[in-house]
């Protein structure tokens, strides 16, 4: 549990200064005023850094005042917990942190269906914390309602909406596993990067910016729609800060379905994706028939931004998003250095 000084003890160390003061030299004056200044500082601290009652989703929970035993049902989370150095706490993760990350992780840890996770065996493991993604309820369901019942504290993550959201969660992640200092700092470097990368983005001219497509599937005969980023998602709002215009940034639907169609006559600048699936992705997006004459097939603007950056919202959102500038504006963007190159 964080330390707190107490009312009593905090009075009676303003009385002491004052007592000192009265017939103090400088230096004595000097001292108390610094003691005092520590004394407040200290309480502060330990205010900031008291313990979440709530996870980011809203739901109260209690957070153990010791965390040695992690279970993390997000990849993003999982990402973020190896770069706190504390990935050897695991006891267990999702499917895709194993699939993304394995080779950092534990040996032989188990891996569950974020959709359908296995609550008795998770249950079995005694987990001090699990973290999970709001993805897992997207369906209206409680899949980790018995863990919850077994008084396990269990914080949900929704997906970030906003750029400052991915902030607000590394630093909750670390309130609640003791590792606020480096947790702080990484949020700091994060916000930092972020607010560089917007500048430099609100510096170029309006008719200068490029139109952007950002795709995260690519269109086939068997499934000719394609799936991007609409209104409120921290992905469009990456594509707008780095000076560019996302070309769904309209879409009242957080991850909008495109016809082909309409992709075409959209006549993106650039066309970016994360797809992971399609085999070449950028070539055969540039050999798609019907998009002969879209803009950024012409001119062969098409890019692939790593899935795992940019997808997943912690700190390394940031790596995608200058990424995504170099690729549109490399001379403005030019010397841009990523805080968390790996």
């Not at 006891?91 to 942190?97: F, I, N, R």
């Not at 540039?286 to 603007?301: F, I, M, P, Q, Y």
């Not at 549109?328 to 841009?336: H, R």
Request: proline share 5%.
């Amino acid at each position: 549990m964080k330390k707190k000084w107490s009312v009593v003890a905090l009075s009676a160390m303003m009385m002491a200064a004052a007592a000192m003061c009265c017939e103090a030299s400088p230096k004595q004056t000097e001292n108390t005023e610094a003691a005092a200044a520590w004394a407040a500082e200290t309480e502060a601290a330990a205010a900031d850094t008291a313990l979440p009652s709530k996870d980011p989703a809203g739901n109260e929970i209690t957070v153990p005042e010791k965390v040695d035993k992690i279970i993390s049902m997000a990849p993003s989370v999982t990402r973020l917990l190896i770069d706190l150095g504390i990935s050897d706490k695991l006891v267990g993760v999702d499917t895709y942190s194993e699939q993304y990350y394995g080779d950092e992780l534990p040996e032989n840890l188990p891996a569950y269906d974020m959709m359908q996770p296995d609550n008795e065996s998770i249950v079995s493991l005694k987990p001090d914390i699990v973290f999970t993604t709001g993805m897992s309820s997207s369906g209206g369901t409680d899949v980790y309602a018995a863990v919850r019942a077994a008084g396990i504290c269990t914080a949900d993550i929704p997906s970030a909406s906003s750029l400052d959201e991915i902030g607000e969660s590394i630093t909750f992640v670390g309130d609640c596993t003791g590792t606020q200092a480096k947790a702080e700092a990484i949020s700091r470097d994060y916000s930092s990067a972020v607010a560089d990368i917007k500048k430099i983005g609100d510096g170029i001219p309006k008719e200068e910016r490029k139109s952007v497509l950002y795709e995260i599937s690519t269109p086939t005969s068997d499934s000719p729609a394609i799936y991007s980023a609409g209104k409120d998602t921290y992905i469009t709002e990456a594509i707008t800060d780095i000076g560019a215009v996302s070309l769904t940034a309209d879409q009242e639907d957080a991850w909008p379905s495109i016809s082909e169609e309409a992709a075409i006559a959209m006549n993106p600048d650039v066309i970016l994706t994360t797809d992971n699936y399609t085999k070449d992705v950028v070539n055969t997006l540039l050999s798609l028939t019907g998009w002969e004459n879209v803009t950024a097939v012409k001119n062969k603007d098409v890019y692939y931004i790593d899935a795992n950056l940019l997808n997943q919202p912690n700190q390394h959102v940031v790596s995608a998003m200058i990424d995504m500038a170099k690729d549109i504006y490399p001379e403005a963007y030019d010397g841009m250095e990523d805080p968390f190159a790996q």
